[in-house]
Nanobody, 122 residues
Framework: QVQLVESGGGLVQPGGSLRLSCAASGFTFNTYWMYWVRQAPGSGLDWVSAINTGGDSTSYADSVKGRFTISRDNAKNTLYLQMNNLKSGDTAVYHC???????????????WGQGIQVTVSS
C-alpha cells in the first residue's frame, strides 16, 4: 500500500521558517521523481518544486525560488522542503507527490500525500 505522509507544518510568522517532511512507503522511492505541490483556499493546485531520483537535480516555481529548498534522503525514503523567509502568500495545504517521470503538471502525478497545513500570519 502506497503511503506519503507529510509532517512539520503549522503556524509561523512572516519571515520565519519551517521544514516539511514526507515519509514514503509502499513503492520504490528512489525510482520516482518527487514533488511539493500546494493549494491555497479557493485556489487550484500550485506546483512548488521537484527533485529527481538521485537528488542532484531540482527545480522551483519562481514564487519560491531562493527561499525554499527541496531535498531527499533515499536511505530513509523521505522527502523534505526547507522553507525560509515565509510570506503570507505561502499559506496553503502542502502535498508531497510522486511520479515515475518528470512533469510540472500536478494532475499527472501518480501518488499523493494527504497534505499538511502551513499558515503564515502575524
Amino acid at each position: 500500500q502506497v503511503q506519503l505522509v507529510e509532517s512539520g507544518g503549522g503556524l509561523v510568522q512572516p519571515g520565519g521558517s519551517l521544514r516539511l517532511s514526507c515519509a514514503a512507503s509502499g513503492f520504490t522511492f528512489n525510482t520516482y521523481w518527487m514533488y511539493w505541490v500546494r493549494q491555497a483556499p479557493g485556489s487550484g493546485l500550485d506546483w512548488v518544486s521537484a527533485i529527481n531520483t538521485g537528488g542532484d537535480s531540482t527545480s522551483y516555481a519562481d514564487s519560491v525560488k531562493g527561499r525554499f529548498t527541496i531535498s531527499r534522503d533515499n536511505a530513509k525514503n523521505t522527502l523534505y522542503l526547507q522553507m525560509n523567509n515565509l510570506k503570507s502568500g505561502d499559506t496553503a495545504v502542502y502535498h508531497c507527490a510522486a511520479s515515475k517521470g518528470y512533469s510540472d503538471y500536478p494532475y499527472e502525478y501518480e501518488y499523493w500525500g494527504q497534505g499538511i497545513q502551513v499558515t503564515v500570519s502575524s
